[in-house]
């Protein structure tokens, strides 16, 4: 269908019209303006209609009777000169343009312009647009929540517990290397693991869990484990070396027999491990260390700046221990020992 656009002459909304009626009248959707349709809308404007008795004026309000396609002009256009002339027929009504033509036509046939469907598509696609964006806005701030909440702690609405780097529903204990903490390939890596009484709830799990990581780590990753006890560190082996067959039942005989007594000194613990300058030290604890130790492993740290640190807390987040590891690239993982226990006894089952 040929439509003509048009501006209505008094509240200038932009319509459109088949092209049908050029050269007729039709009526504003928007005011009820009556108006004229030019019949070459390049070089005319619509021009609105008012009664010769009430100049400026308008029409009644919009009829509501669709009109039908034209077959042929249903308004006369006629002259000044022609004006004296009345009506040309029962129910017709005469009506002046600003120009001074006199148009003379029956209500009931006029057509109404609608509102361009152009404009509507375009405000249409802005709109569209501009909620694409929004939504892309939105993803974007959802995606760097989730990346920054990634590494924040989070706590359990039930028990209230804090947990830092750890899914409850995933079991950490299946993963390779240690808690999902590497055990590289010609790298050294030293096990350093408190044996202090607070940690007796969990020591027991942990030695027989420490046999198995080390068990499945690469061949030649050259290992070490330290026990801190407060009688001070009991090492296997002397050295750091990869780990043989015969060694994996050696390291059970050496975890078996150190309790979880005294309260030992992870500091001291942590310079034994870096004598040996490792690749990567790997400490696990119940104490939430005071700012003063975390200070002094600091210091050690700074003399390695080789070494990554990770830190595995089974006790209350602190911060400031988190950023211990994350300065020297490690990882830190906080959890309630009831975590740990619960994930061991799941790989007790067949």
């Not at 042929?72 to 029962?90: F, I, K, N, Y």
Request: proline share 7%.
């Amino acid at each position: 269908m040929t439509v003509i656009e048009l501006e209505c002459p008094t509240c200038k909304e932009l319509l459109e019209l088949d092209a049908g009626f050029a050269g007729g009248v039709c009526r504003c959707s928007n005011c009820g303006t009556l108006m004229t349709v030019p019949a070459n809308p390049a070089v005319e404007r619509a021009e609105s209609l008012a009664r010769p008795d009430s100049p400026g004026g308008r029409p009644g309000s919009p009829t509501s009777r669709a009109a039908a396609r034209p077959t042929a002009a249903q308004a006369e256009v006629v002259t000044p000169a022609d004006t004296g002339s009345g009506l040309a027929s029962s129910g017709t009504q005469t009506f002046v343009t600003a120009s001074g033509k006199t148009v003379r036509l029956k209500l009931a046939h006029v057509p109404t312009a609608g509102k361009r469907k152009r404009a509507v598509i375009r405000a249409t696609t802005v709109v569209v647009f501009v909620g694409i964006m929004l939504l892309v806005v939105v993803l974007c701030i959802v995606l760097a929540a989730v990346v920054m909440k990634a590494g924040q702690p989070q706590r359990d609405v039930l028990t209230g517990e804090i947990r830092v780097g750890v899914d409850p529903a995933h079991n950490l204990l299946t993963d390779a290397g240690f808690l999902g903490l590497p055990l590289e390939a010609g790298k050294t890596t030293i096990l350093a693991i408190d044996a202090s009484a607070l940690d007796r709830q969990w020591l027991a799990p942990m030695k027989d869990y420490v046999a198995q990581a080390l068990a499945r780590a690469p061949s030649n990753a050259r290992l070490q484990v330290i026990m801190l006890t407060d009688l001070g560190m009991r090492v296997w082996p002397a050295k750091p070396k990869p780990l043989a067959t015969d060694d994996h039942e050696a390291l059970r005989k050496f975890l078996a027999p150190i309790p979880a007594m005294g309260f030992a000194d992870p500091v001291a613990g942590v310079a034994e491990a870096l004598a040996a300058s490792p690749d990567h030290l790997i400490l696990v604890t119940g104490q939430v260390l005071e700012q003063r130790q975390i200070d002094n492993i600091s210091l050690q740290l700074d003399k390695h700046s080789t070494t990554r640190l990770d830190i595995v807390l089974f006790g209350v987040h602190k911060p400031e221990i988190q950023k211990l590891t994350s300065d020297t690239g490690g990882q830190y993982l906080s959890m309630p020992a009831t975590q740990f226990l619960t994930w061991h006894e799941a790989m007790k089952k067949p």
